[in-house]
């Protein structure tokens, strides 16, 4: 039996393993000298983003996007996948870089093109909320079932009243029409950063790409109880007062969870992401993630 089986030293199935994964910072030579360094940093977050995504199983083949803003030249650009690539493909060399209208300002190093219905609900958001950086858009099977209820998300667990105020927006078909960009807008609203399109899935919004993350980590969670949940009823589940409600989002939407007691100032999302990073590049991904603070094990090498 394999687990019995006696590994020796001279074993090399996890190096090659290690060495089989993509490399998510492919920014050497050439390709990185295109970019400024904070495009740079952030072409490899994103891209670890898309990894972290796929390892989560939220892909939709080579549908849905995940997209950034970025500063270029004093330009307002974005940068998401190329319509084609499998999440797990994706390098921060390869991502597009696009204005709002997604017209490729910046090809990468793919010759894929935009999804118009993709970008263009991104697109609606970008435009519309300044403060929001990243929008993720899936539609897993418990997310999609959440859209269709008539209910909405309920705060039935802690994961869904860390999501906060949600947004609704009614399905009119492929997102291919230019005037369902004001509609979308006008129901996300001012302030929300989560907005599920019903029928359809849901968009995560983040003023940073770990706020994104978070959101999108737990509203997946609850989205998942709750499917669960509803086979016993709606008269036979609990929710919490509003004050609890309240209580939970306001505290886990703060620095390291609300509950990090070192002072070390993370914010939404930051303490959890620089986690995982380590545990990709742990693995062999190469994040290219630039650490806020390293475990002493990880500075000794």
Known sequence: MEVLAVHTKSSLGNVIKASSITPINDLKGHKGGNYAEGEQLLRC???S???????????????NHISVRVDSSGQEHFLLNPFGLLYHEITASSLLKVDINGAVIDQGTTLFGVSKAGFNLHSA???????????????????????VMKCGLLPLSQESMVCGNISYHEYYGVFVDDKEKEILAKNLGPQNKIMI?????????????????????????????QVRAMSVGLKNIVLPSPDAQSQV?????????GVDMSGFGWKTGQLEFEALMRALDSVGYRTGYDYKLLPIAKQEH
């Open 45 to 47: 977050k994103l891209a």
């Open 49 to 63: 983003l898309y990894r972290l995504v796929d390892l989560c199983g939220w892909t939709h083949g080579v549908f």
């Open 125 to 147: 958001i970008h435009a519309a909320r300044p403060d929001i950086k990243c929008v993720i858009h899936v539609h897993t099977p418990a997310a999609t079932a959440v859209s």
């Open 197 to 225: 399109l019903h029928n359809h899935g849901v968009a995560i919004c983040g003023e940073t790409i770990e706020e994104a993350f978070h959101l999108t980590f737990n509203f997946m969670a609850a989205c998942e109880a």
């Open 249 to 257: 989002h306001n505290v886990a939407n703060r620095g390291g969870a």
